[in-house]
RNA sequence: GCCGCUGUAGCUCAGCAGGUCAGAGCAUCCGGCUGUUAACCGGACGGUCAUCGGUUCGAAUCCGAUCAGCGGCGCCA
């Protein structure tokens, strides 16, 4: 295969500009086909790159033969280069199309695997290819909005951005969902089974580290070995994560509510066409305001009785429980005070021993938890005791309990699941749909 | 960890009370078409029916195991 020298580097216009009418009289183009069909006189070739795809006719008697040979020929995907003038025309899709006068097929692509007949194993054993599609584009677009958003609203709060290690060998949650590092030659002659966990949560580190910058977060992934097989779950997911000093539980929740409805406000701006592309009910996401409806876990537990389920204090609220109070809802909503088996780390509320000043966030449409979080223990005397009670060691916590011994004070922070989140803005009915590789029990591959 | 499902051509699938059942559409290739909208017309190419074993005169079809994958639950973000 001959390849053609780099080509000019410059005079190029995007097909966003193309279509919104705003080109001369003349443009060059550059990008993939994305549809193809030829009759013996006129191919049209519909074009792509990363802002839009455009209809392009090439006419036999008015390129160069060899020009529109390729154009006739050329299969899906071969990246091409052309000039011609822009014309709007109702016959073509978008309302506008190319003329060509030059048609230049830079690379002839091999049969693309991707057709219109789809499934979900061939698009997942393709990734690699399908994230050219329109769909992963426009939900990676979206994706890139949430990111900075979050980025940009806790520094214009003066929060410092930091980073916490993927190793570690402490539990935040439970130990069964923790993933182990292996490091081989070592562990055979040292017998250890493992050389270290992949980390659940930044959150031991965060509050570490609050102490000397007092408001912090970060955005890195976590890793959870669940053996879990939903819409919602990753084994490789990014956190989205905050601890924040001399902060109460409610104080954490507005701050998080005024992030909800920037991120919501910067992807509306930015990404409109994607979400319209992606077939999303934008109203929906216009239309949210804070402050977020929130209600007890125990007035939680009387509304799903009256649906007709059968709860008592201490039940953990499943998926399905979640979807009930969820499904109907246009609007995030917090769930407060859960019961103290929740979670040791959680400061139980002094006027309700039993509950915990500590929340999660329903993103609404039967989309569930994005949110979880919660005023910390401080007291180091009550950290050991929270510690026993749930029946964990705590040597295992050593240094965790260390930070508590020099100037403890009251702080909060809450964990974003930024893929779910990206999910419910995208309206995908499938978190992997919204990351590029996603990473599940069963799949580590493309 | 539990429950359910799938594996037949490059892709999507049909065929499964066992006996011309190796099929269709799309893709690809060849031919035709000056306006197509993942077009249309004609032709060609294309498969150890996931793997291994069993039942049977005979297995894509029934049974078992294995492998791969998908969905849901519990748990969580």
């Known amino acids: 295969m001959e390849y053609p020298e780099f080509p000019d580097d410059a005079g190029y216009t995007l097909i966003r500009d193309v279509l919104s009418g705003k080109s001369g009289k003349s443009v060059k183009i550059r990008g993939w086909i ?18 839009g795809v455009i209809q392009c006719t090439v006419s036999r008697d008015k390129v160069a033969k060899s020009d529109f040979d390729g154009a006739s020929k050329a299969l899906i995907e071969s990246s091409v280069i052309l000039e011609g003038e822009p014309v709007k025309d109702d016959r ?12 230049e097929v830079f690379h002839f692509a091999e049969t693309f695997p991707i057709t219109k007949d789809q499934s979900d194993e061939h698009l997942l054993n393709n990734r690699h290819l399908w994230l050219r599609s329109r769909n992963m584009v426009s939900a990676l677009k979206i994706r890139s909005t949430v990111f900075k958003a979050f980025r940009d609203y806790w520094t214009n709060l003066d929060f410092t951005e930091i980073q916490s290690p993927s190793f570690t060998t402490s539990a935040c949650e439970g130990g069964s969902t923790l993933f182990n590092v292996s490091y081989d030659d070592e562990n055979e002659e040292s017998g250890q089974k493992f050389y270290a966990h992949l980390s659940q949560s930044w ?16 955005l890195a992934p976590s890793f959870r070995a669940e053996k879990s097989r939903t819409r919602r779950h990753l084994t490789e997911f990014w956190h989205a994560e905050v601890e924040s000093a001399w902060l109460h539980n ?49 007035d939680v537990l009387d509304k799903l009785n009256s649906m007709g389920f059968d709860l ?86 050593g240094w965790y309990l260390d930070i508590r011994k020099f100037g403890s004070v009251p702080h909060s922070g809450f964990g974003l699941g ?24 069963r799949r580590t591959t493309p």
């Not at 509306?268 to 007890?296: C, H, Q, W, Y």
């Open 34 to 51: 994305y549809r193809t069909r030829s009759s013996g006189k006129l191919a049209f070739v519909v074009v792509r790159d990363s802002t």
């Open 92 to 103: 073509a899709p978008g309302g506008w199309e190319i003329r060509a006068s030059k048609f």
């Open 203 to 218: 959150q031991l580190y965060a509050e570490a580290t609050m102490f000397g910058l007092e408001n912090i977060f970060t």
């Open 250 to 298: 409610h104080q954490m929740m507005e701050l998080e509510e005024g992030m909800i409805v920037y991120i919501l406000k910067e992807v509306l701006s930015a990404n409109r066409t994607e979400l319209e592309f992606l077939g999303r009910d934008v109203s929906v996401l216009e239309n949210i305001k804070a402050p977020f409806d929130k209600i007890k876990y125990e």
């Open 312 to 397: 008592g204090w201490g039940d953990d609220f499943g998926y399905k429980e979640e979807k009930a109070l969820t499904q109907e809802l246009r609007s995030p909503l917090y769930i407060t005070h859960f019961p103290k088996e929740k979670g040791f780390y959680h400061r139980p509320d002094p006027s309700d021993p039993k509950a915990l000043f500590c929340h999660d966030l329903l993103a609404p449409e039967g989309y569930g938890e994005i949110i979880g979080g919660g005023e910390r223990v401080w007291s180091p005397d009550e950290l050991i005791e929270r510690i026993k009670e749930e029946d964990l060691e705590p040597e295992s916590y």
């Open 418 to 441: 930024i893929d779910r989140t990206v999910s419910w803005i995208c309206g995908s009915d499938h978190i992997k749909h919204v990351i590029p590789f996603p990473r599940t029990m």
